[in-house]
């Protein structure tokens, strides 16, 4: 059974930063591209961004040249450093990573708020 919990969401100010971080337990399936969608009240989730086993990254055009994201193939983590937040990237960020019997896990969410 593969396990996802997202750490590092809370309260910033606008322009502030945060770093999200998914540790994963289980059997992940390691070459499969790993990442984070968002959503925000009344809103559908929303991808802002994939990373490959090789580390090729892909991000939504909302959070490009702010967000970055990362992985450790080795511990099955994903991370993303949120740079220049903005009033309108609060949402709860969910990770996501493919099982190796398929499917995608997602963790449980965690609540970033970008507000003065």
């Known amino acids: 059974q593969v396990q996802l919990v997202e750490s590092g969401g809370g309260l910033v100010q606008p322009g502030g930063s945060l770093r999200l971080s998914c540790a994963t337990s289980g059997n992940v399936f390691s070459i499969k591209p790993m990442g984070w969608y968002r959503q925000a009240p009344g809103e559908q989730r929303e991808l802002v961004a994939t990373v490959s086993s090789a580390g090729s990254a892909n991000y939504a055009d909302s959070v490009k040249d702010r967000f970055t994201i990362s992985r450790d193939n080795a511990e099955n983590t994903v991370y993303l450093q949120m740079n220049g937040l903005r009033p309108e990237d609060t949402a709860v960020y969910y990770c996501?990573?493919?099982?190796?019997?398929?499917?995608?896990?997602w963790g449980q969410g965690t609540q970033v708020t970008v507000s003065s």
């Open positions: 996501f990573a493919w099982r190796a019997r398929g499917g995608i896990a």
